[in-house]
């Protein structure tokens, strides 16, 4: 079993930046963030191979958002820049068994509880 804990969710005005946390109880091959809107399905953001760092993002937030991961403390980070409000969502860290990304909530088997990220006007 692998615990995954988010941390860094909160109020940003549009334009601003966050940047999210996931401490993981050990590593994983592959990592990712997946957000939820109300009434919507989760949706995949990015990924991260925990060896060599090659990451996948979706094109509603490449070029504004950046994932990275800490190799000594097992934490997976999502830099957030330029922030608009369809970026409003429930901000969920995620982790693999394999070691093949997959942007789908299927690829994943691990989940952490979430952090509520609002963009305000």
């Known amino acids: 079993q692998v615990q995954l804990v988010e941390f860094g969710g909160g109020l940003v005005q549009a334009g601003g930046s966050l940047r999210l946390s996931c401490v993981a109880s050990?590593?994983?091959?592959?990592m990712g963030w997946f957000r939820q809107a109300p009434g919507k399905e989760r949706q995949f953001v990015a990924s991260?191979?925990?060896?060599?760092?090659?990451?996948t993002y979706a094109d509603s937030v490449k070029d504004r958002f950046t994932i990275s991961r800490d190799n000594a403390k097992t934490t997976l980070y999502l830099q957030m820049n330029s922030l608009q409000l369809e970026d409003t969502a429930v901000y969920y860290c995620?982790?693999?068994?394999?070691?093949?990304?997959?942007?789908?909530?299927?690829?994943?088997?691990?989940w952490g509880q979430g952090t509520q990220v609002t963009v305000s006007s």
């Open positions: 050990r590593r994983m091959s592959v």
């Open positions: 995620a982790a693999s068994r394999g070691t093949v990304v997959v942007a789908d909530t299927s690829g994943y088997d691990y």
């Open positions: 991260i191979t925990w060896i060599g760092g090659r990451t």
